[in-house]
C-alpha cells in the first residue's frame, strides 16, 4: 500500500508558502522525503522519525505524527528552485505517487 | 560524490524481446533497488539486492528478474518486454541500515512497441 500525497499539484507565486501532506493506512515507523526535477533524477531531502521531530533543510521543513500515520512538508517562502515534484516514501520503500509543485515568479 | 550511472537514458525495443537495463554505483553501496516510475503511480519498488547474489522481490516482480554478479552492477532484464513495460525506469543505491537515503540515477526510458 502506497502512502497517499495530496495535493497532486500545486502552483505558487516566489515567496508563498506551501504544506504537502503523505498519509499511510500503515503505522508509519519513519518517512522520509525526496524531490525531482524535471528532467532529473530524484534527491533526497530528510527523513522524520518516530518521536515528531521536525527537520528542515534550507527553508524546507516537515513534520511526522505517527499516531496520525502522516507526514506534512512545509516550503516556506517558495523560491523557482523549489520547483518539482516532491514523493514521500516509507521505510518499506513505498512512495507515494508525488505531488507537483510549480512556482512561478 | 555519489555517482549512479545507468546504461541508457532512452531505449526502444520490440514486444518480445529480451531486455537488459544496466546500473552502475562508485561508492561501494551494498543496497541497489530498481523501480519504474509512472505518471500519477509514482515510485514502484521491483527488485532490491543487499548484497552481491542477493535479491528481494519488491512490489511489482512479474515480468522482471535482476542479476547482481559484482557489488557495483545491478541488472534488470525483462524476460519478454511487453507494451505495459514500457516506463521510466529508475536504479538506486545507498548504505546499509540507511535505506532511506537513497542516491539514484538518471533513468531510462524504455518504449516498448
Known amino acids: 500500500q502506497q502512502p497517499v500525497q495530496s495535493p497532486q499539484a500545486v502552483i505558487l507565486r516566489e515567496g508563498e508558502d506551501a504544506v504537502i501532506n503523505c498519509s499511510s493506512s500503515?503505522?508509519?515507523?519513519?518517512v522520509h522525503w525526496y524531490r525531482q526535477k524535471h528532467g532529473e533524477a530524484p534527491v533526497f531531502l530528510m527523513i522524520?522519525?518516530?518521536?515528531?521531530e521536525q527537520k528542515g533543510h534550507d527553508k524546507i521543513s516537515a513534520s511526522f505524527n505517527e499516531k496520525k500515520q502522516q507526514s506534512s512538508l512545509y516550503l516556506t517562502a517558495s523560491q523557482l528552485s523549489y520547483s518539482g515534484t516532491y514523493f514521500c516514501?516509507?521505510?518499506?520503500?513505498?512512495f507515494g505517487a508525488g505531488t507537483r509543485l510549480t512556482v512561478k515568479p | 560524490d555519489v555517482k549512479v550511472t545507468q546504461s541508457s537514458r532512452y531505449l526502444v525495443k520490440r514486444t518480445g524481446e529480451k531486455v537488459f537495463l544496466e546500473c552502475v554505483q562508485d561508492?561501494?553501496?551494498?543496497?541497489m533497488f530498481w523501480y519504474r516510475q509512472d505518471p500519477g503511480l509514482g515510485l514502484r519498488l521491483i527488485y532490491f539486492?543487499?548484497?552481491?547474489?542477493?535479491?528481494e522481490k519488491g512490489d511489482i516482480p512479474e515480468g522482471y528478474s535482476v542479476s547482481r554478479e559484482k557489488k557495483e552492477r545491478f541488472s534488470l532484464i525483462l524476460e519478454s518486454a511487453s507494451t505495459n513495460q514500457t516506463s521510466m525506469y529508475l536504479c538506486?543505491?545507498?548504505?546499509?541500515?540507511?535505506?532511506?537515503?537513497?542516491?539514484f540515477g538518471p533513468g531510462t526510458r524504455l518504449t516498448v512497441t
Open positions: 538506486a543505491s545507498s548504505l546499509p541500515g540507511l535505506s532511506y537515503e537513497q542516491y
Open positions: 500503515k503505522a508509519l515507523y519513519s
Open positions: 522524520l522519525l518516530k518521536g515528531g
Open positions: 516514501g516509507t521505510v518499506d520503500m513505498r
Open positions: 561508492m561501494d553501496h551494498e543496497n
Open positions: 539486492s543487499y548484497d552481491v547474489k542477493m535479491k
